[in-house]
Nanobody
Framework: QVQLVESGGGLVQPGGSLRLSCAASGSIVRINDMAWYRQAPGKERELVAVITSGGRTNYADSVKGRFTISRDNAKNTVYLQMNSLKAEDTAVYYC???????????????WGQGTQVTVSS
């Protein structure tokens, strides 16, 4: 089994910062892309940022210049540094990772349980 556990969410004022972490554990052989998604109330889940195993990144236009995704391959962990937060960043943030598990021949998409980020004064 593989598990993704997120941490770092919370309540922050507009203009503030938060850092999310997501650690993958279990029978992992290799992790390909890792990403952060978010889902606000009444809206569909959207991609926030993605990072390849080689470190290439891509961001949603709405967070470019404010959010930074990074990863530590030795720790099977992905991070999301969020700066200059706005009220519209309020959402449940989910991490996602394409993981090759032991005794498997394919990568499978795995999700964390989500962490709430609320931006409010």
């Amino acid at each position: 089994q593989v598990q993704l556990v997120e941490s770092g969410g919370g309540l922050v004022q507009p203009g503030g910062s938060l850092r999310l972490s997501c650690a993958a554990s279990g029978s992992i052989v290799r992790i390909n892309d890792m990403a952060w998604y978010r889902q606000a109330p009444g809206k569909e889940r959207e991609l926030v940022a993605v990072i390849t195993s080689g470190g290439r990144t891509n961001y949603a236009d709405s967070v470019k210049g404010r959010f930074t995704i990074s990863r530590d391959n030795a720790k099977n962990t992905v991070y999301l540094q969020m700066n200059s937060l706005k009220a519209e960043d309020t959402a449940v943030y989910y991490c996602n990772a394409d993981i090759l598990k032991r005794y498997s021949y394919s990568y499978y998409s795995n999700w964390g349980q989500g962490t709430q980020v609320t931006v409010s004064s």
